[in-house]
């Protein structure tokens, strides 16, 4: 179980690299200028208009830190971040939904990261 958590951990982290690639390149657009990476990154922590992605990539710290400090993973341990998962990107955050669904209409290989995340949780418990 452990090992299934892991690999949609690693998954999530994809599309969070991706979407944060993203939202780079389209701030670049905004400001147009390269934005250097440490630039970006105060940014994305420090910056007031990017609160939003912060329970995106909060997530993926906390699995990181169940996944080290548990022994025993439970399939019920799988649904609760899976059900995270979806109160996240589920309009709780709409800055967040809104750009999502952004990168998911305009970004092809965001769509690929996406499908190869959402597979991993739909072949274990089954749900769309």
Known sequence: MRQKIQELNNKLKDVHK??????????????????????????????????????????????DAFTDDSED????DFVCIRNQIDFIFDNSNPNLTS????????????????????KVLNDFIGKD
């Open 18 to 63: 991706r979407f944060l690639e993203n939202e780079r390149r389209e701030a670049e657009e905004y400001f147009q200028r390269k934005i250097a990476p440490f630039e970006f990154l105060l940014m994305l922590t420090q910056d007031n208009k990017f609160t939003w992605l912060h329970p995106f990539s909060a997530l993926i710290a906390e699995i």
């Open 99 to 118: 750009r999502y669904l952004h990168h998911l209409n305009h970004d092809a290989d965001f769509i690929m990261l996406h499908a190869a995340m959402k």
């Open 73 to 76: 993973v439970s399939m019920e």
